[in-house]
């Protein structure tokens, strides 16, 4: 029975991946990606197929009613150092009050290392350094409706900016997570980055028109350039997991998630989990329908402290095009 009903959701997940060779007529519309950029070593270990089985403070990124299966208190670190100067970081905390529910928050920045400002008349610099740097500032309220039902809001203030030029604004997560009673099978539901489009501003967009070039006394007008608005980045998600092996001290678990963005086509992550006397665990996935990332791998140490646990993650992630990509993260729940 857990054999056919984890079968059955696989199958609905290979037929929504049937449609991966259609091309989306929005591909690489919508900007602020670094919200799509994936975070924590255990997740992405198991490239990304985690929406229904993520349940710590990392939930707070892949699906907000995760948080509702924290117990207490729950500290979540994660670090990516991309290519070229650039990192992407991400933190988060969740407190239950029993009764009420989890609230969560949590923070991602996107930062690179200062750049010479250069000009055609200036090919060597002007003596003026810029950087660029993406901010993600969420709160988050999850709670179980029932035993096996749990849902999760967030509200988050989105922020990218580049030398003088900014552009701002709020978005919404919404995610669900239903245990459907047999085993731990589980299926995940997360709608992510819903909210209105972004446009840069800054005084770098400030000049001064002439009105009336036949006019040589005339006064220049201030004006400024005005720049084109932009959407977020929206991804439905959809997944199964399921543990198909617990035996003493050995365990796995298995996950495959559908993804539906705005601005691509249709991607399936698949990952698997192994946990050896619960406090060891070995990862692996593999990721359809991405134009860089394919296999990854991971593994994990837990640490128990008293009543709460300290857990260590690490990731790796091979890239077709640019060089692979290592992802870590600490957790501590207490």
Same mark, same amino acid.
């Given at each position: 029975?857990?054999?056919? *009903?984890?079968?059955?959701?696989?199958?609905?997940?290979?037929? $929504?991946?049937?449609?991966?060779?259609?091309? /989306?007529?929005?591909?690489?519309? *919508?900007?602020?990606?670094?919200?799509?950029?994936? &975070?924590?070593?255990?997740?992405?270990?198991?490239?990304?197929?985690?929406?229904? *089985?993520?349940?710590?403070?990392?939930?707070?990124? !892949?699906?907000?009613?995760?948080?509702?299966?924290?117990?207490?208190?729950? =500290?979540?670190?994660?670090?990516?150092?991309? !290519?070229?100067?650039?990192?992407?970081?991400?933190?988060?905390?969740?407190?239950?009050?029993?009764? #009420?529910?989890?609230?969560?928050?949590?923070?991602?920045?996107?930062?690179?290392?200062?750049?010479? &400002?250069?000009?055609?008349?200036?090919? /060597?610099?002007?003596?003026?350094?810029?950087?660029?740097?993406?901010?993600?500032?969420?709160?988050?309220?999850?709670?179980?409706?029932?035993?096996?039902?749990?849902?999760? =809001?967030?509200?988050?203030? &989105?922020?990218?900016?580049? !030398? /003088?030029?900014?552009?701002?604004?709020?978005?919404?997560?919404?995610?669900?997570?239903?245990?459907?009673?047999?085993?731990?099978?589980? #299926?995940?539901?997360?709608?992510?980055? @819903?909210?209105?489009?972004?446009?840069?501003?800054?005084?770098?967009?400030?000049?001064?028109?002439?009105?009336?070039?036949? =006019?040589?006394? /005339?006064?220049?007008?201030?004006?400024?350039?005005?720049?084109?608005?932009?959407?977020?980045?929206?991804? @439905?998600?959809?997944?199964?997991?399921?543990?198909?092996?617990?035996?003493?001290? @050995?365990?796995?678990?298995?996950?495959?998630?559908?993804?539906?963005?705005?601005?691509?086509?249709?991607?399936?992550?698949?990952?698997?989990?192994?946990?050896?006397?619960?406090?060891?665990?070995?990862?692996?996935?593999?990721?359809?329908?991405?134009?860089?990332?394919?296999?990854?791998?991971?593994?994990?140490?837990?640490?128990?402290?008293?009543?709460?646990?300290?857990?260590?993650?690490?990731?790796?992630?091979?890239?077709?095009?640019?060089?692979?990509?290592?992802? #870590?993260?600490?957790? $501590?729940?207490?």
């Amino acid at each position: 029975m857990r054999m056919k *009903s984890l079968v059955t959701c696989l199958a609905i997940l290979l037929a $929504c991946a049937a449609q991966l060779r259609a091309q /989306n007529p929005n591909l690489g519309t *919508s900007g602020a990606q670094f919200l799509q950029i994936p &975070v924590g070593a255990r997740e992405t270990g198991m490239a990304g197929a985690t929406v229904s *089985s993520v349940r710590d403070a990392a939930a707070l990124f !892949w699906n907000p009613a995760g948080i509702a299966g924290v117990q207490a208190n729950d =500290l979540f670190f994660a670090h990516t150092p991309y !290519w070229a100067t650039i990192s992407v970081n991400h933190a988060g905390y969740v407190h239950t009050f029993e009764d #009420i529910g989890s609230f969560g928050v949590s923070v991602t920045v996107l930062s690179m290392d200062p750049m010479d &400002v250069t000009t055609e008349l200036e090919p /060597n610099g002007t003596g003026e350094q810029f950087d660029a740097q993406d901010l993600m500032v969420g709160g988050t309220f999850a709670r179980h409706l029932t035993e096996d039902f749990a849902v999760g =809001l967030t509200v988050k203030y &989105v922020r990218q900016s580049i !030398w /003088n030029e900014s552009a701002d604004g709020v978005a919404f997560d919404v995610g669900t997570q239903f245990r459907m009673g047999v085993g731990d099978l589980t #299926i995940g539901m997360s709608l992510l980055n @819903f909210g209105g489009d972004l446009r840069y501003a800054g005084e770098d967009l400030n000049v001064k028109f002439d009105q009336s070039t036949a =006019l040589p006394a /005339n006064r220049l007008t201030p004006a400024a350039y005005a720049t084109d608005d932009y959407p977020l980045p929206l991804n @439905f998600q959809v997944g199964v997991s399921m543990t198909v092996l617990d035996l003493e001290g @050995f365990s796995a678990l298995v996950g495959a998630d559908f993804n539906h963005p705005n601005d691509n086509k249709e991607r399936v992550d698949f990952g698997a989990e192994l946990k050896i006397v619960k406090y060891f665990a070995l990862r692996g996935g593999y990721r359809l329908g991405y134009d860089l990332e394919s296999f990854t791998l991971g593994a994990g140490v837990l640490l128990p402290i008293g009543d709460g646990r300290i857990v260590f993650d690490y990731a790796y992630a091979i890239q077709d095009l640019l060089p692979d990509l290592h992802r #870590i993260s600490l957790g $501590c729940s207490f």
